[in-house]
């Protein structure tokens, strides 16, 4: 298994993965029909195209050189989040996420602090990012799309020898 930066041939593949992820990750949490629209509003080809031109890097993981999932780091005034990292429900357990995630942390300059923000009731990404370091924040109500989000701030930050600390 590899990482490399995503490239515009690889905006299908991400749509792909994003929506199985959603589909398999938020079935019993977020309503059908506002998973869709999500997917189609964040994940069209226009907003991957967009995203890839701002302040947001984008890297895939290949497994035999077909793409299996991906992540995006994006950065603002305000804070740096890891907006997405999704593994193809298929492979999840392979150590892609893990792959992925070590990835992202390469490309954080000393001292910056991550933030992942996720909904509350996903227990397997908050196991996840908690394995990886991260420490809960805060939770906050969000209504997008006309359905209340319930969202987990989540902290990351390393310091100049690596050491992890919220």
């Not at 701002?54 to 991906?70: D, N, P, R, S």
């Not at 909904?119 to 906050?140: D, I, M, P, S």
Request: hydrophobic fraction near 40%.
């Amino acid at each position: 298994m590899k990482t490399r930066k995503a490239e515009k041939q690889d905006i299908v593949l991400i749509q792909e993965i994003a929506k199985r992820s959603w589909e398999d990750t938020y079935k019993d949490l977020i309503p059908a029909d506002i998973r869709q629209v999500y997917i189609e509003q964040a994940y069209s080809a226009k907003a991957c195209r967009l995203r890839s031109t701002l302040l947001l890097l984008f890297f895939v993981v290949e497994e035999a050189g077909k793409v299996i999932g991906f992540a995006q780091l994006a950065r603002s005034e305000k804070e740096t989040d890891l907006a997405a990292l999704y593994v193809d429900p298929k492979m999840l357990g392979c150590g892609a996420g893990t792959l992925l995630f070590e990835t992202v942390v390469r490309e954080l300059k000393q001292g910056e602090s991550l933030v992942v923000y996720l909904e509350k009731g996903n227990f397997r990404a908050e196991r996840f990012y908690t394995k990886c370091g991260f420490a809960y924040k805060n939770e906050f109500k969000e209504r997008l799309f006309g359905h209340v989000f319930h969202t987990v701030k989540m902290v990351f930050k390393r310091d100049r020898e690596r050491n992890t600390y919220v």
